[in-house]
């Protein structure tokens, strides 16, 4: 029994040892902490991931960690990293390695800047740089007054802590002061955060977001973080200075109501004049003949274009945009000539020059099969020719697939941001290498598409494809498996199969198109029709999004009433 009550006596010993222990630690970690919150911890030690021994970049109230440091040159010019510029300001800037050249795009402009070089070009013409463009390293870099001239950039020198501090000299500053004799800058919103600096009575700050009872400051020399609101006093709003603003002449009016737009397939220059090429279809507005094709990795551009044609057109009041094709939509080739600024730039002037050879009113790029890498090409390339052909009074769309996630490389919001209309091909749901049947163009499918695009590109730049075409679809069971293939038809060749099939067609509702099915010789025949229907209420999605118009692949295909039809929706 005694043998047992020490053993307790013991035990109970060793848990009061604990307790003591664990009482102290908490005390222990108590003070700590709470000195710690009294505590003054230098920036230098805090943020131990900058290097202090060189310049860090502040951008208003954010220190850019991880960014390539500001260079500071022997007349006392700070250069910025171009990658700095890319990340936090314009997006668009454009490095060429190879060419050592750096390319800014607006919606009417394109700046080229070789590194070292005082002259530039804006679009065609030469003008003179304060001081170059200069490489570090490998890296390119801007000065400081071109970016002060240029983005409005408010560029200092803060010795204090090596730092650089960039400010937007076009958005509005709240300024303050510090009420108190002393108060506390603190990292963090809250009264358990080390304090940065301990501030003084009258000292200026700029003012940021409130976060409950602490609001972010940036001090004089350019230490970011919280003090507490009720510090703060004598706060004045400072106004930025009025943004760059490009003009250029607006689009003229094509035509009364929404846009009719035909894209015409010509193969060879003699089917230009060919005379069902010549006949002026009812509140037709644009065509879109297939004349201009990217020939090599040169930018040498194949031309079938006939300037009678556009003659003609013209005198019946309707509008040419010339296709431009990246050769039969080759990817390969596309890659070579796509990727090099040189080049970029000859395919511009070769098709500004067939362009006004030709006497037309716009360029349709069809740039089609564009690898995934080679998607920020597509979009430089898109970005600078845009400028150039507006220059020229041309007026500029893209072809686009629906929005999917194979072609989200091509990036429509991007480039709808300096293009006047993006033509949505929104057909070929199921085409010529589908594995099972189905609609060309399903109104669910072809609405579901409208309403993607709508999302990065605003609606009076859209202009919806629509297909004239159709497919049979032939299901044979080989082996076991089904087989599926099919050919494309016309709108009337299309109906005349079935009808010398004696096929009873019926309404789908689902596709929004007339269907029908036959047997014959062990193997099913489908076909989802396109016809006056189905185009009329694809055709009504213009009005229903208030888009700006629909364009049809391709001429030829339509049945006669297709124009009467689409008058009626567009015109009326």
């Known amino acids: ?95 060429d390695a190879e060419e050592q ?9 394109v700046y080229q800047f070789e590194i070292g070089q005082l002259n530039y070009k804006e679009n065609d013409r030469v003008s003179t740089l304060k001081t170059p463009f200069r490489v570090f390293g490998k890296e390119p870099y801007l000065p400081q007054d071109f970016l002060t001239e240029f983005y409005k950039l408010d560029i200092h020198i803060v010795e204090a802590h090596h730092f650089v501090t960039i400010d937007f000299l076009t958005e509005n500053k709240i300024k303050g002061k510090v009420v108190p004799k002393k108060c506390n800058l603190r990292y963090e919103p809250n009264k358990k955060s080390p304090i940065e600096k301990k501030l003084v009575e009258g000292e200026s700050l700029v003012i940021y977001e409130q976060s409950g009872e602490y609001t972010k400051v940036r001090t004089e020399d350019a230490l970011i973080g919280y003090v507490l609101t009720k510090n703060i006093t004598k706060t004045e709003e400072i ?28 193969l060879k220059v003699e089917q230009n004049q060919n005379p069902s090429k010549l006949i002026a279809r009812k509140g037709l507005d644009v065509l879109s003949p297939t004349w201009f094709s990217v020939s090599d990795e040169q930018g040498n551009i194949k031309s079938i274009a006939d300037k009678a044609y556009v003659d003609w057109a013209h005198a019946n009041n309707i509008k040419v945009w010339g296709l431009l094709d990246n ?58 020719l845009s400028p150039i052909l507006r220059e020229n009074g041309l007026v500029v769309s893209v072809d686009m697939y629906v929005p999917k996630e194979w072609t989200s490389h091509y990036g429509r919001e991007d480039i709808s941001k300096v293009i006047d209309y993006l033509m949505v091909m929104a057909y070929d749901e199921h085409w010529s290498t589908s594995t099972e049947s189905g609609s060309v163009a399903s109104i669910n499918w072809v609405t579901e598409g409208l309403e993607n695009t709508i999302k990065t590109t605003p609606k009076e730049k859209i202009i919806l494809g629509v297909p004239y075409y159709t497919r049979l ?49 062990d193997t099913t025949y489908k076909m989802w029709l396109e016809d006056e229907r189905s ?10 999004y208030d888009i700006a118009g629909v364009s049809g692949w391709k001429r030829g295909l339509e049945k006669e009433v297709v124009w009467d039809t689409l008058y009626q929706v567009l015109k009326k």
């Open 1 to 95: 029994m005694r043998k047992q009550y020490r053993k307790q006596k013991k035990n109970n010993f060793f848990m009061l040892t604990v307790i003591f222990v664990c009482f102290i630690t908490i005390v222990a970690y108590k003070v700590i902490t709470t000195v710690q919150n009294f505590k003054q911890i230098p920036v230098e030690q805090y943020r131990t991931n900058l290097d202090f021994k060189h310049e860090n970049t502040v951008l208003e109230d954010t220190i850019l960690e991880g960014e390539i440091s500001p260079v500071i040159n022997d007349a006392n010019m700070i250069y910025i990293p171009l990658d700095v510029i890319k990340k936090q300001v314009d997006q668009y800037i454009f490095w």
């Open 535 to 544: 185009i009329a209420l694809k055709a009504s999605l213009v009005e229903k």
């Open 327 to 384: 050769n039969g939509f080759d990817g390969e080739l596309t890659h070579k000539f796509l990727s090099k600024t040189k080049v970029r730039e000859k395919i511009i002037a070769n098709i500004v020059a067939l362009a006004k050879q030709n006497n037309v009113d716009g360029i349709n790029i069809d740039f089609e099969s564009v690898k995934k890498e080679d998607g920020m090409y597509y979009v430089e390339f898109i970005r600078e």
């Open 239 to 266: 106004k930025g200075i009025e943004k760059n603003v490009e003009s250029s002449p607006p689009l003229k009016p094509t035509s009364t109501g929404k846009l009719n737009v035909v894209w015409d397939q010509i």
């Open 101 to 109: 050249k750096v390319i800014i795009t607006t919606p009417f402009k």
């Open 473 to 521: 679809w032939k299901e044979k069971l080989e082996n076991g498996e089904v087989t599926v293939k099919s050919e494309a038809y016309g709108m009337q060749a299309g109906a005349n199969i079935l009808n010398d099939h004696k096929v009873n067609v019926v309404w789908d509702e689902a596709t929004g198109q007339y269907y029908g099915s036959y047997e014959k010789d």
